[in-house]
């Protein structure tokens, strides 16, 4: 089992910054990537970054590339998305997760989540 604690949420007006922390505990060794999704309201899940578990190759959703960057530091099993330039359309409920197998920014292949953090940006 993989847990996963999220941090780093609030409010933020639209231009802000903020960065959220994901950190993974249990059997991490068995993941093969960590992903970042967020829910907004009345809307569906969807993927915006990842990373593979190597750290080096990362992808994202084309509504936030340009904006957000995903990172990893092993040493401390946390997984970072640093979200700049943020729009009021970035609110939702964001959430860390990790895949064993394959990955691609899609719910159904996710093994493990955590249980959320909120972001809310304003006009």
Do not use: H
Request: hydrophobic share 30%.
């Amino acid at each position: 089992q993989v847990q996963l604690v999220e941090s780093g949420g609030g409010s933020v007006q639209a231009g802000g910054s903020l960065r959220l922390s994901c950190a993974a505990s249990g059997y991490t060794y068995s993941t093969n990537c960590m992903e970042w999704f967020r829910q907004a309201p009345g809307k569906e899940r969807e993927g915006v970054a990842g990373v593979y578990s190597g750290g080096r190759n990362t992808y994202y959703s084309d509504s936030v590339k340009g904006r957000f960057t995903i990172s990893q530091d092993k040493a401390k099993n946390t997984v970072y998305l640093q979200m700049n330039s943020l729009k009021p359309e970035d609110t939702a409920i964001y959430y860390c997760a990790a895949a064993r197998s394959y990955c691609g920014l899609v719910p159904y292949l996710i093994n493990y989540w955590g249980q959320g953090t909120q972001v809310t940006v304003s006009s």
